[in-house]
């Protein structure tokens, strides 16, 4: 829910017309118009008027606009597009959309038998974790080696240099999450 979109319920629940708030708040009727039909958001002293007027505290408003914006985001096997393929023997799925505008950045990565995923090393201050659902995985972090099973976790700095192998019999499968998300 936008700013515009809250102020048209509160505006509906106190059973004010457009004309009436505007009279009330003194801001302009195609201000408020605008405003609930989501072409400009107003201003902070608009704002103020409009609470005043509707008998709500600014900081209220703002809450339940900020509790309204929460987001909730499905996306099926299907809609994912955002598909990387290293080399013919490992695939990285991005599993939600706009990673980059997120705080964590979730993947799938797949490694066909005898494959290897793309060496990887990232600024200072991203992490990783990686969850193992199939397979078994030699993950390489810096100079050290882990072997990973299914159901094996692995969290680490990732501005260490690090790259992923299967050495199984069976394609690997891993859950991957980054965060802050980074190219």
């Given at each position: 829910m936008n700013?515009?979109?809250?102020?048209r319920k509160l505006r509906k629940e106190r059973k004010l017309t457009l004309f009436e708030l505007s009279n009330k708040s003194g801001v302009a009727l195609a201000t408020l118009s605008r405003m609930e039909n989501g072409r400009m958001t107003g201003t902070l002293n608009s704002h103020m008027n409009i609470c005043?007027?509707?008998?709500v505290a600014l900081p209220d408003l703002y809450r339940d606009l900020v509790a309204a914006d929460r987001i909730?985001?499905?996306q099926s096997e299907k809609a994912r597009a955002d598909?990387?393929?290293?080399?013919?023997?490992?695939?990285?799925?991005?599993l939600a959309a706009n990673s980059l505008s997120k705080k964590m950045m979730p993947m799938m990565i797949k490694i066909s038998k005898g494959g290897q995923a793309r060496a990887a090393e990232t600024k200072i201050?991203?992490?990783k974790f990686i969850y193992v659902l199939d397979g078994k995985v030699e993950a390489y972090i810096g100079k050290e080696k882990y072997d990973l099973n299914k159901g094996d976790t692995l969290y680490f700095e990732s501005s260490v240099a690090h790259h992923f192998k299967n050495p199984g019999e069976l394609e690997a499968r891993l859950i991957?999450?980054?965060s802050p998300p980074t190219l």
């Amino acid at each position: 829910m936008n700013i515009g979109e809250l102020i048209r319920k509160l505006r509906k629940e106190r059973k004010l017309t457009l004309f009436e708030l505007s009279n009330k708040s003194g801001v302009a009727l195609a201000t408020l118009s605008r405003m609930e039909n989501g072409r400009m958001t107003g201003t902070l002293n608009s704002h103020m008027n409009i609470c005043r007027a509707l008998e709500v505290a600014l900081p209220d408003l703002y809450r339940d606009l900020v509790a309204a914006d929460r987001i909730v985001e499905v996306q099926s096997e299907k809609a994912r597009a955002d598909v990387s393929i290293h080399d013919n023997t490992a695939t990285l799925e991005m599993l939600a959309a706009n990673s980059l505008s997120k705080k964590m950045m979730p993947m799938m990565i797949k490694i066909s038998k005898g494959g290897q995923a793309r060496a990887a090393e990232t600024k200072i201050g991203i992490e990783k974790f990686i969850y193992v659902l199939d397979g078994k995985v030699e993950a390489y972090i810096g100079k050290e080696k882990y072997d990973l099973n299914k159901g094996d976790t692995l969290y680490f700095e990732s501005s260490v240099a690090h790259h992923f192998k299967n050495p199984g019999e069976l394609e690997a499968r891993l859950i991957s999450v980054v965060s802050p998300p980074t190219l």
